[in-house]
């Protein structure tokens, strides 16, 4: 009996101990779950968006400066550095061009009399100057090249029948074939980039190149000094087809009917100017911080967040990137400074990711993912953030059969934030698209992927342009998702029973 009694004490004992350390770390989730607020989330936008900074272009020193500043805030809380050599970075190569003024795009117009009058287009609206543009001026006649594209395997030449030396080319983005979700899109895929529509004008000797792909700032396309790049708009493009009897709607619909290219000259002459400056000796870096895990055996796993922390830079005005992804930067920053100062010991790894030229066309993730600091075996997940700043509810989107990882976030928040969620395990879907986000590099190799979104924004988008400052975000969304990540990363890092054959 009186063994029994002991044995009674010791479990109610145990059960109290179970019992306080529950309370004991809700106490320590809660406390610090409070101090994530949307006053000093504001700061760190503020911040990333300030002169300082110039629009974070990779391999640009204000760039760097922006991968210390992230580095000195990780250190400050605690959060210790994965990177190549003991600290917070890991280096890659990255020339970038600076683009030194807005340039000039205009027209040449013959009218009946024969006097000649120029018109000159407005930016941004109107044309957007090549951020990896040659540098100079080039005057000439645009000759109309459909896609850009030219596959002889697949019997299609949109230069086939033009002569485009020393001529301006006009070309669209994208290629003939549509379906991305049809595996007959991968024989096209390689013609999609932008990097090889570029290649391709200068292979074929043009001196300048028109695309039609939205006048917007867009570092990812080819650096050749011999020719002149400017994005346009709908203004120009229809003053270059004006008198034509067509439209490049018109053509386009027929070459994607037909796969015939519809390549003509124009007739039309027009002048792109660019002023810019070419910088081959550009590095570029991701930021790299870590929490390791305190469980002898789990400590080996980790758990990655990531986003990317460059944005587009200054083609003739700034592109701060608040939205564009200081948004995700700093959802990850007040997730980072929380669990690093919660006081809860995590039991697996957790990694704090910020990518650098992911607007040079995903450049850092890549990187990582070539040199990664853990294992692929031994990473749990690949969360990616980019653009979450603007809405009113949260999404989290992880492929089958990954589904599980979705419950730590809607756990977080229908316990914590009750914001409206929406959590999606979609199965996994073929897609033999141009790759257009971070996570991309993670999925297509096996990596289990998940990306978060605020989904309901109802501010103006303001997408590779200037204006997209920290007024274009909605701070207590990103409260919100900081908030939630602190929650489901804490769990996910804790929980014992998580593991995947
Ligand atoms: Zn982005």
Known sequence: MKRFKILLIFFLISDLAIINAQDDFETKLLNQF???????????????CSPEFNGRLTGTPEFIASAEWVAIKLKEWGVKPAGDEGDYFQWFDQPYTVVNDIGNLSLKITQSDGSVIIKNYNYPVEYYPGMNSGNGEVT?????????????????????????????????????????????????????????????????????FLYI??????????????????????????????????????????????????????????????????????????VIGIIEGVDPKLK???????????????????????????????????AAKAMAQSGIQLKRSVMFLFFGGEENGLIGSRFYTQKPVFPKEKTITFINLDMVGNGTGLSVNASNPYKQLLTYFEEANSKYIHRQFRGSAPEPMEYYGRPRSDSFNFSSIGYRTMSIGTPGGYKRVFYHLPGDDPDAITIDIMEDVAKMIYVALTNMANDTTLTFK
Not at 34 to 48: F, N, P, Q
Not at 174 to 181: E, I, K, M
Not at 311 to 324: E, P, Q
């Open 34 to 48: 409070h101090k994530i607020t949307s006053e000093e989330m504001m700061v760190w936008i503020e911040k990333l």
């Open 213 to 286: 792909d939205g006048a917007s700032a867009n570092p990812n396309i080819l650096y050749a000094p011999s020719i002149i790049v400017c994005g346009i708009g709908t203004q120009p493009l229809s003053d270059i087809f004006a008198g034509l009897n067509t439209s490049n709607t018109e053509l386009t619909t027929r070459i994607k009917k037909t796969f015939k290219p519809a390549s003509f000259n124009t007739g039309k002459v027009m002048t792109i100017r660019a002023n810019t400056t070419r910088h081959p000796e550009g590095k570029g870096c991701n």
């Open 300 to 334: 080996n796993e980790v758990i990655i967040i990531g986003g990317h922390l460059d944005a587009v830079g200054r083609a003739g005005k700034v592109v701060n990137g608040a939205l564009d992804n200081a948004s995700g930067v700093v959802d990850i920053m007040g």
């Open 140 to 208: 000439a006649e645009v000759i109309y090249a459909g896609y850009g594209v030219s596959a002889p395997e697949l019997n299609y030449d949109d230069y086939k029948g033009i002569d485009v030396k020393g001529k301006i080319v006009l070309v669209n983005r994208d290629v003939p074939y549509a379906d991305t979700r049809n595996p007959e899109y991968k024989k096209w895929v390689g013609y999609c980039y932008h990097q090889y529509k570029l290649e391709n004008a200068v292979k074929h000797g043009a001196a300048g």
